[in-house]
T-cell receptor, first 106, second 114 residues
Framework: GIQVEQSPPDLILQEGANSTLRCNFS?????LQWFHQNPWGQLINLFY???GTKQNGRLSATTVATERYSLLYISSSQTTDSGVYFC????????FGKGTRLHILP | GAGVSQTPSNKVTEKGKYVELRCDPI?????LYWYRQSLGQGPEFLIY????????DSGLPNDRFFAVRPEGSVSTLKIQRTERGDSAVYLC????????????FGNGTRLTVT
């Protein structure tokens, strides 16, 4: 089956810093989503991005499907950005990576 | 409702008991997914419904786990003879149709088997 690798596994940043999270996948996929799981366990849909670039406020994402990777950019980090960021790819079923745990220090 | 609803939010049961977890998807969404998430791990796929039928149940860990969606809307995940290793957060998600539309997750049911 498809393998999904996320990096880095953990990231600690000072408030106001920028970060880039990466998702590599091993095979062609139909689509890709980025999620944020907050400290209360809720999975929030950030981007549905099978290809191209999207932006939503301080967050943006780029997927290069032909090279099998996606990047999530967070600018001017805030403490509320803390949590785990998951990449999920779809072939027939949806496979999650192990996530990047982000901790923003005040 | 506006989002995916899961009940109960928490369930504590004794080893060997039977439990049912309910998922009410977003109205009109034809695809429904069940996932299980253990502490520190990503969500693990269990089963996927398209309409009333299970399109892929390859993630169900064994025959103690079963899920139904009889009318193509609400789904119930059923676990027989629960074991302590079944303790996890069970997540449900729906999408408008299958591949090609974004997933929307509920808040999950935290199952604890004592």
């Amino acid at each position: 089956g498809i393998q999904v690798e996320q990096s880095p596994p953990d990231l600690i940043l000072q408030e106001g810093a920028n970060s880039t999270l990466r998702c590599n996948f091993s095979d062609s996929v139909n689509n890709l989503q980025w999620f944020h799981q907050n400290p209360w366990g809720q999975l929030i849909n950030l981007f549905y991005i099978p290809s191209g670039t999207k932006q939503n406020g301080r967050l943006s994402a780029t997927t290069v499907a032909t090279e099998r990777y996606s990047l999530l950019y967070i600018s001017s980090s805030q403490t509320t950005d803390s949590g785990v960021y998951f990449c999920a790819v779809r072939d027939d079923k949806i496979i999650f990576g192990k996530g990047t745990r982000l901790h923003i220090l005040p | 409702g506006a989002g995916v609803s899961q009940t109960p939010s928490n369930k504590v049961t004794e080893k060997g008991k039977y439990v049912e977890l309910r998922c009410d998807p977003i109205s009109g969404h034809t695809a429904l997914y069940w996932y299980r998430q253990s502490l520190g791990q990503g969500p693990e796929f269990l089963i996927y419904f398209q309409g009333t039928g299970a399109a892929d149940d390859s993630g169900l860990p064994n025959d103690r786990f079963f899920a139904v969606r009889p009318e193509g809307s609400v789904s119930t995940l059923k676990i027989q003879r629960t074991e302590r290793g079944d303790s996890a957060v069970y997540l449900c998600a729906s999408s408008l149709y299958g591949s090609g539309s974004p997933l929307h997750f509920g808040n999950g049911t935290r199952l604890t088997v004592t």
